[in-house]
C-alpha cells in the first residue's frame, strides 16, 4: 500500500505546496532537506495541524515537545490506556529514562525530555507515525544506540520521520524523500536516491553519493568498513553490519601512481561514467564498489579522464561517516 | 473632639462590641458571597476553559456575552432578578424575593461572567506548544480542559479571586433583590449604605473595617491554594 499525498498549507498559498509525496505504508520515509526547506510544515500538515489531511490516525512528535506540569511519567502517561501507558513505560525503560519517569518532567534535560517524548509518541494509538527530528537533542555519544533502537521499534510501522541528519536518513530509511524550499527534488528507495541523485541540488543538499554497506569494526581511534575486498575508513562507532557515507565532493582524484596521499582512503579504481552537471562533473568510478566523485571539467582535461581510464582516488577518513546499518 | 476622631471611637465602640446585629451581618455576607463564589466558579470556570480551548456554532456570542456581563452593573441584575422574582412576576410563586436565596441567585449571574472571561483570558494566554501538544497527543475535550486548567494555575486562581472580589464588594443587586431588611438580607455593603444614610459612620466604618478584613483573608487563602494545591492536581 502506498499514498501519494498532496499537501498545501492554505495560509498565503505560496507557503508549502507539496505535489505527489509518496508514502509507502509499513515502511519508514525520511522526508530530508536543509533548514527552512519545509519539513516541519509538510509535517504539520500531515499530522492535520494545517488543516485536513489525507493521512488517518496519525501519532506526531512535535520538533519541540511540551511537557505539562507533573512526572514524567504522568505525562508519558496522558490519553493513553493502561496497555499503551505499560507499553510506553517499557520503551522509556529501553531508552535508558525509565528511571526518571518519577521525576518533575519540566526538571528533565533536553535529551531526556526527547526520549520520554519519543517513548509517548511511538505508544501513542496510531497507524502512521510522524517524527519531527526524533533525535535532535540528543548528544552525540548516545544517537548510534538510540538511532539503532528506534530502527527496530519503528520496523514494520507506517512512519514519517523529518531529519536534516544525513545519520537518521542511513539508519531509519527506506524511502527517501529530499525536499527544498517546498519542493520535492527527488524521492524513492534510499539506496538509490543516496547512490546516485538525479540532480546537483539535491546532491548539494544530501551532502551525500555514496553510500555503502558492509561490515564495520572499530580500530583504534576510526572504524573500518568493509565490503568486498574494498575497506573504507571513517567515523564511527559501529561493531556488525555498517554503511559508509561521504559525499561526492569529498572524493579526489589523481593520475594512478603520482604520489601517495595523506588520506587513509587510497584506492585504484576505473572510470565507468563521466556526467555533466551543471557546473561540475560527475565521475563514477569502480574500485571495487560503484563511488561517485565530483570534480570541476578542467580536472577532467589535466588528468585526462574518460570511461575506461584508471584513476586514483582518495577520501579523507575524516569525511566518511560509518553507521549501523 | 473632632469629627473623624468621634467616627473613629463610634467605630472602635461597635467593633468591640461586635454584638448581635454585625455578627449576623457578617455571618449573612459570607454565606452569601461564599455561595454565590462556588457557584459562579463552578460554572464559570468550564465554561470559561472551553471557550478558551474550542471554536464552535456560538462560541463567538458566547465569549461576547461573558464579556458584556463582565462588565454589567450589579443594579441591573439585581433589578431583573427583582422582576423575576416578584410575587406578580414569572418566578414569583417561588416566594424567593427578598431572601437570601435570590441573593445568592443574582450574585452567581455577577459571577460566572467575571469567572468565565478570566480564565478564558488565562487558557488562550497558554504557550502555543502546550495547546499544540494537546492536539498532537489527541486528547478528549475534559481532558484537555482538566491540563489547560492545571497548566494555568494561578490564571485561574485569578478568576476565583476576582468573582469572589465581584461579589463581595458588590451593593446594587444584594439591595435590590434582598431589600436590606435587618436579621433576614442585610449584609455588610447594605448595612454600610443604609448606616450612612443615617449619618450613623460607626457602624458603617466598622463594618467597612471587617469587609476589608475578609477580602484580604480570602485572598491570602487562595493564593495559598491555588500555589500548592493546583500543581498537585
Not at chain 2, 481532558?143 to 463581595?168: M, P, Q, Y
Request: aromatic share 4%; net charge negative.
Amino acid at each position: 500500500m502506498k499514498l501519494t499525498v498532496t499537501v498545501t498549507v492554505p495560509d498565503d498559498g505560496s507557503r508549502l505546496a507539496v505535489e505527489g509525496l509518496e508514502l509507502p505504508g509499513e515502511q519508514t520515509t525520511v522526508v530530508f532537506g536543509p533548514n527552512g526547506s519545509g519539513k516541519t510544515t509538510l509535517l504539520r500538515s500531515l499530522a492535520g495541524f494545517e488543516g485536513p489531511t489525507e493521512l488517518q490516525d496519525v501519532a506526531y512528535l512535535q520538533q519541540r515537545p511540551y511537557f505539562f506540569r507533573g512526572t514524567a511519567g504522568y505525562n508519558l502517561g496522558i490519553g493513553l490506556n493502561a496497555e499503551a501507558a505499560a507499553w510506553g513505560r517499557q520503551m522509556a525503560e529501553e531508552m535508558g529514562v525509565g528511571g526518571l519517569l518519577d521525576r518533575e518532567a519540566r526538571s528533565l534535560s533536553g535529551g531526556e525530555r526527547q526520549r520520554v517524548a519519543l517513548a509517548r509518541a511511538l505508544a501513542a494509538p496510531g497507524k502512521w507515525i510522524l517524527l519531527d527530528e526524533p533525535l535532535a537533542a540528543i548528544d552525540r555519544a548516545d544517537r548510534g544506540h538510540l538511532l539503532g533502537h528506534l530502527a527496530g521499534v519503528l520496523d514494520g510501522r507506517s512512519v514519517v520521520v523529518v531529519t536534516h541528519d544525513v545519520e537518521v536518513v542511513a539508519t531509519l530509511a527506506d524511502h527517501l524523500v529530499v525536499i527544498d524550499r517546498g519542493q520535492i527534488l527527488e524521492q524513492g528507495d534510499v539506496a538509490t536516491v543516496i547512490g546516485s541523485p538525479s540532480g546537483v541540488r539535491s546532491a548539494q543538499v544530501l551532502g551525500v553519493a555514496n553510500l555503502i554497506d558492509g561490515l564495520a569494526r572499530e580500530a583504534g581511534d576510526i572504524c573500518i568498513l568493509e565490503h568486498g575486498d574494498v575497506s573504507i575508513a571513517g567515523i564511527g562507532a559501529v561493531n556488525g553490519p555498517g554503511r559508509a557515507l561521504f559525499g561526492a565532493e569529498t572524493v579526489t582524484l589523481r593520475v594512478p601512481g603520482a604520489g601517495i596521499s595523506s588520506a587513509r582512503n587510497d584506492w585504484l579504481g576505473t572510470v565507468e561514467t563521466i556526467l555533466h552537471r551543471g557546473q561540475l562533473v560527475e565521475v563514477a568510478i569502480d574500485i571495487g564498489v560503484r563511488i561517485v566523485a565530483l570534480v570541476t571539467p578542467g580536472a577532467l582535461v589535466d588528468l585526462s579522464i574518460e570511461p575506461g581510464s584508471e584513476v586514483g582516488v582518495s577520501v579523507k577518513a575524516t569525511a566518511v561517516r560509518i553507521v549501523a546499518a | 473632639m473632632d469629627f473623624l476622631g468621634q467616627v473613629f471611637n463610634d467605630a472602635l465602640d461597635a467593633f468591640l462590641d461586635f454584638g448581635p446585629e454585625l455578627r449576623g451581618v457578617i455571618l449573612l455576607t459570607l454565606l452569601v458571597s461564599g455561595i454565590s463564589t462556588v457557584l459562579g466558579v463552578v460554572i464559570g470556570i468550564p465554561l470559561g476553559t472551553v471557550l478558551g480551548l474550542e471554536r464552535f456554532p456560538g462560541s463567538g456570542l458566547l465569549t461576547t456575552a461573558v464579556n458584556v456581563g463582565m462588565g454589567v452593573p450589579p443594579v441591573l441584575v439585581g433589578l431583573l432578578f427583582l422582576l423575576l422574582f416578584w410575587n406578580a412576576g414569572p418566578l414569583g410563586s417561588l416566594g424567593l424575593v427578598f431572601t437570601p436565596a435570590a441573593m445568592v441567585m443574582a450574585q452567581v449571574a455577577l459571577a460566572i461572567p467575571v469567572a468565565a472571561g478570566v480564565t478564558r483570558g488565562a487558557i488562550q494566554g497558554l504557550a502555543p506548544e502546550a495547546l499544540e501538544q494537546m492536539r498532537a497527543l489527541k486528547l478528549d475535550l475534559p481532558t484537555r480542559s482538566r491540563l489547560a486548567i492545571v497548566e494555568a494555575g494561578s490564571g485561574v486562581g485569578a478568576a476565583v479571586v476576582a468573582s469572589f472580589g465581584r461579589v463581595i464588594s458588590e451593593v446594587g443587586a444584594v439591595l435590590i433583590v434582598g431589600g436590606n431588611i435587618l436579621g433576614e438580607t442585610r449584609v455588610l455593603t447594605t448595612l454600610i449604605v443604609q448606616e450612612s444614610r443615617q449619618a450613623r459612620f460607626g457602624l458603617a466604618v466598622a463594618a467597612g473595617v471587617v469587609l476589608l478584613l475578609i477580602s484580604l483573608a480570602v485572598n491570602l487563602m487562595l493564593a495559598r491554594m491555588t500555589r500548592v494545591r493546583l500543581v498537585t492536581l
